[in-house]
């Protein structure tokens, strides 16, 4: 125990160095009006969940941009539409319908509170949504003019920087020869992000975004450099790049988007989103899967929406258009854009043309390697969806081209001999949705061009208010090529798996909310270092108490069963091991007072096989969040100890942010961390953000890998925003 006082005691003294000083008073000289963090603790676990399978380096922005939204343009529930509400993604089919049949029932909402005598919304659900709508019995829909999206239409400019302060090893020499040999990175080590966004209403979205990662060059050109002295084992890397560097931001994006109300209901320019049915065949971007929240497995799509995110992958680029009459719509699309890909000569393959041999998703271009990746495939779609809307029942159809500029073979291993290979692939698809009373039945079939199927149904049944259940089976073939689709899967793609979900939410007694699933998949084919069919199951479940709105708890058990390769010769196809992992959850969230909140959260895991024995490890953090009403000044504080036995065992936890940026880092090895985040406003109209937050290590002498090693068991992060509003 003392040795993690002695921890607590050599961070905060490191906290106060001059550095951190300066920055944390400098911030205070303009402090004002804080903004709530978009995300609720249900949201919060759902994107945990996702950094889990994706990464830390996931970007998040797609799926809490709407949150952002609508908590400063409040849905007014006597004016509002079905797909509205279910685009909040907090809540569920029926307790959408069972609003729009109370306003049936009882005519328009008098007040916000009203909404507490309907069954279906439970206090928890009710205490999420509040910070998201309104009742306003005055306001009407106008049509849409250009003189009424200029005089009620809203600015915004964000400008970010971020950087680790400590220096890393692909920073520490960076000339010709070391970039042109891939050991150093071409530029500095800040991370530069910008964004504009106009809006009016819901109605009008104009913006653009630029990004430049942290090691890419940034409005300055790098001198050629000849690859032919190189050597490497792969082919095709002796490829000369001709001609100066990309300059400016790496990463540009912009978009146009107007939604109408007649004929034309949405027409979208630039960078744009496309989401159908259940994803088996179409959702570009990241979606919600598997999680506590079992009354929202059910996939609410939103057809054609503006992108306004960072991620260099999860996008259309071209032109959509939605057409409708009464409750028919089709949408078409067309995109086209280059993308990056490991490209290998035709001369060192012996085949007549170049191939791709990978695509590469990271969106980094630091190195020389990475760098030559960049923008070397054209990826082209041409797609639709032609659906029916009614009250309760919901079907459509959707059609997908996808071509290449070049043929795609990736480098052949045993788990990817059915992956897609080829320039060219074709997807259809059938989705239904219908919802009869308090049951909600839907699914999706897709079909790829080589004739492979992929399917999902389930139903959301609420046999009682305080009782309901879940259920999803899916299935995808082995061979199964969607390239843009996004299922509720276990796996990274949606192919090869076969699973079903059985889940139960239960309020048995007041105050008390039990939810919980069991998922039980297997893999016909092989995986990457699974060299065997495979079958394994995964469960959690969670008890909540929430007596009201300032206090908040909950304790949670998860395990997972994926089996992999038990370590061997890895020439022949080696035998299996099962991987067991669990983890014990303790999270309590409570108001002090009206500006002050506390959470706690321990967690504890356990990971279990054959080859290494019993791993363990666990987190314990302290957050202290201020936000008076009408105060100066905004911050959060946490201050965390983590003690894992490896990599294999880290923990991932949320973490408050600048807005619009999201940290979902992963814990281990053994240290200790804090960070504050200060929020204020200069003037009207003008947000400064500042965040640091520093990580310190007792059992390592370096932190991280490759070119982003330091060297010292410390690493501090440093992240500055300023947001114009007019």
Known sequence: MSNKINICKL?????????????????????QTPVEPAADDATEQKIEKIAEEAGEDMDANTLLDKLNYYREHKIDLNH???EELKDLLLLSDIQVEAIFSHIARHGDFLTLQEIQTIDELDQETIFRIL???????????????????????????????QQVLEKQAGYEDQNDSTYALNKSYSGSQHKIYAKYRFTSG????????????AGEEFFKGTQQFSFDSLTNDMKGLNKIIEGPQHTGFDFYSAHIFIKGNGIIRNIALGDFQAQYGQGVVLWSGLAFGKSTDIMNLKRNARGILPYT????????????????????????????HKIDGHVVSGTDTLTVEDIIAAFQTGGYHRTSSEYRDRHTVTESHVGGHFGYKGTNLTMGITALTTKYSLYRFPIPFGYNQYDFSGDK??????DISYLYRNVSLFGEVGQSMNGAIGYLGGALISLDPRFAISLLHRHFDKDYHALMSNAVSENSKDQNETGTLIGISAKPIRYFQFNAYYDQFSF?????????PSKGYEYLAQLNYTPNKTFDTY???KQQNKPENFPGDQVVINGLQDVVQTNYRFNIKYKVTKSITLANRVEYVTLEKKSTGVQKGYIIYQDINYKPMKSKISFSLRYILFDTDSYDTRIYAYENDVLYAYSIPSYYYKGSKYYFLVHYSIVRGIDCWVRVGRTAYDNQQTVGSGLDVIDGSQKTEVKAQIRFQF
């Open 524 to 532: 016909p084919w092989l995986k990457y270092q699974v060299d065997a």
């Open 131 to 161: 910070p998201f709508v309104t009742v306003d019995n005055t306001r009407i829909f106008e049509k849409i003019s250009l003189g009424k999206i200029f005089t009620e239409g809203k600015n915004s400019l964000m400008i970010r920087d």
């Open 425 to 430: 692939n074709f997807n259809s698809g059938f």
């Open 202 to 213: 819901n109605r009008v979205s104009i913006g653009f975004t630029a990004e430049k990662d």
């Open 555 to 557: 304790i949670r058990i």
């Open 11 to 31: 961070c905060f003294h490191r906290a106060s160095s001059l550095t951190f000083i300066l920055l944390f008073w400098t911030s205070l000289l303009c402090a």
């Open 309 to 336: 995110s960072s991620d260099e992958n999860a996008f259309l680029r071209g032109g959509a258009i939605a057409l409708g009459i009464k409750k028919f719509q089709l949408d078409v699309f067309y995109s086209r």
């Open 80 to 82: 509002t539409t079905r």
